[in-house]
């Protein structure tokens, strides 16, 4: 049975376990992997899940914090990686662990184009506003205070 250590963040610890967490931190090398790791949960950048070698697709939904059918809807269109076995779906922790660093990469690359084309968008409206009279200025606020 795989063991899925649940979401842990950490809005769900407890100060002392933070404080805890930080004390062991100084202990260790600065580059070992686990001290990076959890460096990165406390700052809120990472979870961290432990899972044997495959999984199903229950546990990896609880891992995701997502439902089982939507981990369904990812394996039939193939953004994540299972494996047949039977009648059932096993997912490895590597794929899962693949799955999540492309979704947050994707995420990451979306908000950046979003905030960009905002900011384009800002210049933009300024620009034109530039070369209006406080009465067309006016007129356009009107408008849009209607909608």
């Given at each position: 049975m795989t063991k899925v250590l649940e979401h842990v963040a950490t809005n769900e610890m407890e100060q002392q376990d933070i404080e805890d967490l930080k004390e062991a931190l100084s202990h260790m090398r600065a580059d070992s992997p686990?001290?990076?790791?959890?460096?990165?949960?406390?700052?809120?950048?990472?979870?961290?899940?432990?899972?044997?070698?495959?999984?199903?697709?229950?546990?990896?939904?609880?891992?995701?914090?997502?439902?089982?059918?939507?981990?369904?809807?990812?394996?039939?269109?193939?953004?994540?990686?299972?494996?047949?076995?039977?009648?059932?779906?096993?997912?490895?922790?590597?794929?899962?662990?693949?799955?999540?660093?492309?979704?947050?990469?994707?995420?990451?690359e979306y908000a950046e184009a979003a905030t960009t084309t905002q900011d384009e968008q800002d210049r933009r409206i300024a620009n034109a506003a530039s070369g209006l009279t406080k009465q067309q200025s006016a007129h356009i606020a009107d408008m849009f205070a209607d909608l």
């Open positions: 686990v001290a990076v790791a959890l460096r990165e949960m406390l700052a809120g950048e990472a979870s961290i899940f432990v899972a044997e070698k495959d999984m199903s697709p229950e546990d990896a939904a609880k891992v995701l914090g997502v439902s089982r059918p939507y981990v369904r809807h990812l394996i039939d269109k193939r953004l994540l990686k299972a494996d047949k076995k039977g009648t059932h779906f096993k997912i490895s922790s590597h794929d899962l662990a693949d799955y999540i660093k492309r979704h947050e990469q994707a995420m990451a």
